[in-house]
């Protein structure tokens, strides 16, 4: 009875032997693996260094090969150039006084009064301008207008026979419209009145006019 546990106290300790042989070649693998990482980077270091040292000692580039714009010669000492920039002189402005034309414009004279030293009065002959007759067909609108010179603006009025439904207005700027749509045929005759100024100063210009409407051809 007295062999039973020492047989199993020496199968522990075989045990215990086999875990530690174990964990011994373990340690031994892992060591020989940094072992071969070493050697592998001390093996690309001395290929490093026989590269470089094939390769000689470095040297600085040259000035030609630096300077963008080639190579050059010998250095010359050059004397130092001011670099300031001149001050540039420009001419005074001259302004001349305006001259203003005294003269009138065209077709006016100017008045010798002593309170209205610049008043200017029209020395165009005052007129009717537009046609005095015209030629208006049946059923068409029609629209005519009347057209003066002179000064100042002129009153116009119209006095006659005219078609029915026709009117006359003064655009109170020197002319005047006649406008409407004969219904029938017809030859009329009337007269345009243009007066200019008033008082002793006016002047009145009248011309006849004659509307011949015709039947649609």
């Known amino acids: 009875?007295?062999?039973?546990?020492?047989?199993?106290?020496?199968?522990?300790?075989?045990?215990?032997?086999?875990?530690?042989?174990?964990?011994?070649?373990?340690?031994?693998?892992?060591?020989?693996?940094?072992?071969?990482?070493?050697?592998?980077?001390?093996?690309?270091?001395?290929?490093?260094?026989?590269?470089?040292?094939?390769?000689?000692?470095?040297?600085?580039?040259?000035?030609?090969?630096?300077?963008?714009?080639?190579p050059r010669?010998?250095?010359?000492?050059?004397?130092l150039v001011d670099q300031t920039p001149e001050p540039v002189q420009t001419e005074p402005v001259r302004t001349e006084p305006v001259q203003t034309d005294p003269s009138p414009p065209e077709g006016?004279?100017?008045?010798?009064?002593?309170?209205?030293?610049?008043?200017?009065?029209?020395?165009?002959?005052?007129?009717?301008?537009?046609?005095?007759?015209?030629?208006?067909?049946?059923?068409?609108?029609?629209?005519?207008?009347?057209t003066t010179v002179g000064a100042p603006v002129p009153w116009i009025t119209e006095q006659g026979e005219r078609p029915k439904h026709f009117t006359f207005i003064d655009n109170c700027d020197g002319t005047a419209t006649l406008s409407g749509t004969p219904r029938k045929t017809g030859v009329y005759f009337t007269s345009f009145r243009a007066k200019f100024g008033q008082g002793t100063l006016k002047y009145r210009v009248i011309q006849s006019f004659t509307l011949n409407v015709v039947a649609d051809v």
Do not use: W
Not at 5 to 17: G, M, N, V
Not at 73 to 79: E, I, K, R
């Open 108 to 146: 006016f004279r100017r008045l010798s009064t002593e309170r209205h030293a610049c008043a200017v009065e029209s020395t165009i002959a005052p007129a009717i301008t537009s046609p005095n007759n015209v030629k208006v067909t049946v059923g068409t609108r029609f629209i005519f207008t009347v």
């Open 1 to 70: 009875m007295a062999r039973e546990p020492f047989h199993e106290s020496a199968l522990a300790r075989y045990d215990e032997a086999q875990e530690a042989s174990q964990k011994l070649l373990a340690s031994l693998d892992e060591l020989r693996q940094k072992a071969d990482n070493f050697l592998t980077v001390a093996a690309s270091t001395s290929t490093m260094l026989a590269a470089l040292a094939s390769a000689g000692p470095l040297q600085p580039p040259s000035p030609a090969e630096t300077d963008p714009s080639g």
């Open 73 to 79: 010669g010998p250095a010359v000492d050059q004397p």
